[in-house]
C-alpha cells in the first residue's frame, strides 16, 4: 500500500475544489441563459442564426459541465485503489 503525504491529498483536494468551481460557474452561465428564455417575450422569433448560436453556447457550457465532473470522479476513482 502505498503512502500518501499529507502535501499529496491537500494538492488534490485543491484539485477537486477548483474542478467543483469550474462545473458550479457552468452552471451559473446555464442558469442565466435559462432565466433569459423565461423572461423574454418572443424569445423564439429572434433569428435563427441568434437561435442556433444560443443553444450552441448552452450546449457548449453543458458539455463543459459533464467533461468536468467527469475527469472529477475518474479522479477520485483513481485515489480511491
Given amino acids: 500500500m502505498a503512502i ?3 502535501f499529496d491529498f491537500w494538492t488534490f ?8 468551481e469550474q462545473v ?6 446555464l442558469e442565466a441563459l435559462i ?8 424569445f423564439y422569433d429572434l433569428s435563427e442564426w441568434t437561435l442556433h448560436n444560443y443553444f ?11 467533461k468536468v465532473n467527469q ?3 475518474n479522479d477520485l476513482l483513481q485515489q480511491g485503489r
Fill in 13 to 20: 483536494i485543491n484539485q477537486q475544489i477548483e474542478t467543483q
Fill in 35 to 42: 432565466t433569459v428564455v423565461l423572461t423574454t417575450n418572443n
Fill in 71 to 73: 475527469m472529477s470522479l
Fill in 24 to 29: 458550479e460557474t457552468c452552471l451559473w452561465k
Fill in 56 to 66: 450552441s453556447v448552452v450546449g457548449d457550457l453543458i458539455e463543459e459541465a459533464v
Fill in 4 to 6: 500518501i503525504s499529507i
